[in-house]
Every structure is written in C-alpha cells, then in structure tokens.
C-alpha cells in the first residue's frame, strides 16, 4: 500500500524559510513524479511545483518562483519543498503527492503557517 508522509511544516516569521519533506512508500519502483500542493482557509487547492523523476524537470508555480525550490532528497521517492523568503500569504496546509501511473497518492498535509 503506498503511503505518502509529509514533514517540517511550522511556525515561521515572515521573510524566514522552512524545508518540507515528504516520503512515498510502499512503492515497488520509482515514481513518475512528485508534487506540492496548499490550501489556505477559504480558498481552492492550489498546485505549488512538481517534480518528474524521469528526467528530474522540475516547475515552480508563478506565486512561488524564485522563492521555493523543489527537488529530490536523498533516499529514494522523496523530494523536499525548499522555502524562502516566507510571506503571510504562503499560510496553509501543504500536501505532498506521489503519482504513479495515472494515479496520484496524496498525503495527510502539513501547516505552514507564517506570521509575525
């Protein structure tokens, strides 16, 4: 059964950083891509970057770029989710996915939130 954990959420003063990590297990290979999504209160899911192991192209979403940096970790399916700059607006829950195939395994999310 693959399982998807997401770590490293927190507290953070504006202008800070925080690093996510997140982990897929439970998977017989190596996954097709992973992502970060968020959610503030109020608002829809949004995807924030993605990474494809293939060839590890990695994108940064527009509200994120030049801040958050996306790339894999040392063991294996894993990436984490580098955050700079922090802005209030960057407060919500994080969620990491690992797709496979056509299917994408969500984890349980993680907080983020920053304020002063």
């Known amino acids: 059964q693959v399982q998807v954990v997401e770590s490293g959420g927190g507290l953070v003063q504006p202008g800070g950083s925080l690093r996510l990590s997140c982990a897929a297990s439970g998977v017989s290979r190596t996954v097709d891509a992973m992502s970060w999504f968020r959610q503030s209160p109020g608002k829809e899911r949004e995807l924030v970057a993605f990474l494809m192991f293939d060839n590890n192209a990695a994108n940064v979403q527009d509200p994120v770029k030049g801040r958050f940096t996306i790339a894999r970790d040392n063991a294996e399916n894993t990436v984490y989710l580098q955050m700079d700059n922090l802005k209030t607006d960057d407060t919500a829950v994080y969620y990491c996915?690992?797709?496979?195939?056509?299917?994408?395994?969500w984890g349980q999310g993680t907080q983020v939130t920053v304020s002063s």
């Open positions: 996915t690992a797709t496979l195939g056509v299917r994408a395994y």
